[in-house]
């Protein structure tokens, strides 16, 4: 996992000069404004970003739809592929988690990349894998390969997650980076509602679910094709002694000739990257960034972000959409995948939010204003799974003509339909009460019981009165308090725990420390992402829902006090800057 040497990136070279002479105004505004109060007058420049610079972060921004789309599509695409490959409980999971753990392993890689062969090459490579691991999942014939295209999809998505955010923050200017690389964040909410909508619309149809997996390449080679024509980073140029060029590009993202500040604030920054390896002599970069008490800040901060944002449950929320869904009495597949799509449309629309609030309010405040509403929301879901369980029916007949293991040994609705064999057979009057309620083995299709009232050949079934089999949830009247409470938390999390960790973390390192530190903190985000997704059912089990849900909240009250303390403000600040701010008191003076 070791560094890669900054060391001698920088050539001694003669600076090249730069035409003073800028382009015309319309990269600028100049807007003259009269103070009545002084009278006197201000001149104030409003920038214009380039529709180059729009260009190439839309381009780039499609890595983060592949990351969304690939780590959405997973919830719908596994009921069928379920079904086709006859898939237990633990392959399921591991069909959904071997992408997160491949992801996790291959930021840490992409970050080695990104220093050594540069950004650009980096996002061609993840194009290329994306396109691959979707065309072999189309394709998929056996358990095996399925486990290979999704392996095949971590590994890009590792690369997308660490380079993308890199490459559009050091493209872009201090004016709109925060907004620009948001966008990042905001092509990942996009990407999982198209893929929950592509998952609605192909599960009507035989082997959907190779359209489901397999249209991802389309996108891939979109940008694939794309940034063969992109630039490199100015910043890497610079890095690596190619200033000519670097100034160039610079011209080009900027929309002006005159660019020589900013050239020279790179440049001072490389030089100075170069007198520090001097001095470090053969110390290797993970050395340089834990020796070094601003970065080590910086990098402490930067994880923590990236672990609050998984541990607070961001996972459980899309992951588990359907299940909690279904605790509203929705059973058919498709029906639960289209509503399960209204939930990641509210997570994709507010992002729009953070990207109109991230340089108007400033990072610190709209991180903190997200986290507690995500902490409301929580302890809200708690409070209605504790509202559920509560209210949860009975069972209030046993079931006897023939012999059946889930008729004898549970007493309530809760603890039955916690057995994968076993169903909760109920019918409800017009009161609203649930009575004559069974616990039944159910059958294969999970919609039926194998006896009693609920089977398909029950002479119980009637016009007059109509049993219902509830699978893997109890009916109850609070159910729809947590569908609220997930809308609630993704309005929260969309508009600036979302986004907010990939921002600040996309800017407050050193040139020398960036790849390296933006690589570690992708790995955080990807380990505790697999955490928390591998087990959400078991700690259900363990603790129950409200007690899982409560632990969250207990992280994020936690994650707050925390933020509130040593979080910094970061808007407006030169990516060169921000190693002075990191240099001063640990704690934040509101």
Partial sequence: MGGVMAKGLCANDEIPLLDQETEPAEFELETSITNHAQDDHTTV????????????????????????????????????????????TFEKELFVSITVGAAA??????????????????????????????IVLAAANSKATLLIGRFILGIGIGFASCVIPIYISECSSSHVRGKLVTFFNMSITIGQFISSVTDGLFCYIAD???????LAAVPAIIQLIGFLFMPESPRYLVKKGKDQLAINILRRLRGVTDVNEEYQAIKTACEEEVKANQLTSDRSIVVRVFTDAAV?????????????????????????????????????????IWYASVTAFFNFIFTFVGIALVDRVGRRKLFLASLAGVVFSLLFMGISFQLEEKTAPDVTQAYTVVPDE???????????????????????????????????????????SLYGACSVNSSTQSISTTYTLAYDYCPSPYAWMTVVGMVIYLIFFAAGMGPMPWTINSEIY????????????TFVNWTFNLL?????????????EQGAFYLYTSFGVIGFIFFFLVLPETRGRTLEEMEVLFSGSWFVRS
């Fill in 105 to 134: 392993v291959f930021a840490i890689i992409g970050g080695i990349l990104n220093d050594k062969i540069g950004r650009k090459p980096t996002t061609l490579i993840a194009s290329v894998v994306f396109a691959v691991g979707a």
């Fill in 45 to 88: 420049k409003v920038q214009r970003t380039p529709p180059f610079v729009i260009l190439l972060t839309l381009l780039s921004t499609i890595g983060g739809f592949l990351f969304g789309y690939d780590t959405g599509v997973v919830s719908g695409a596994t009921l069928p592929i379920a079904d086709k490959f006859k898939l237990n």
């Fill in 406 to 448: 889930c008729a004898t040994k549970f007493s309530t609705c809760g603890e039955c339909t916690k057995d994968p064999d076993c169903g909760f057979c109920f019918t409800k009057t017009d009161d609203g009460e649930y009575v004559n309620s069974t616990c039944l083995s159910a059958s294969k299709d999970l919609t039926s």
């Fill in 510 to 521: 050193p040139l020398w420390a960036r790849s390296f530190c933006n690589s570690i903190t």
């Fill in 532 to 544: 928390i997704s591998m087990t959400f059912l078991s700690l259900s089990e363990a603790i129950t």
């Fill in 296 to 336: 080590r800040r910086a990098l402490i901060i930067g994880a923590a972000l990236q672990l609050f944002q998984q541990i607070t449950g961001i996972n459980t929320i899309m992951y588990y959409s359907a299940t909690i869904i279904r605790m509203s009495g929705v059973t058919n597949n498709c029906t639960a």
């Fill in 208 to 214: 959907g679910w190779r359209y489901m997996l397999g």
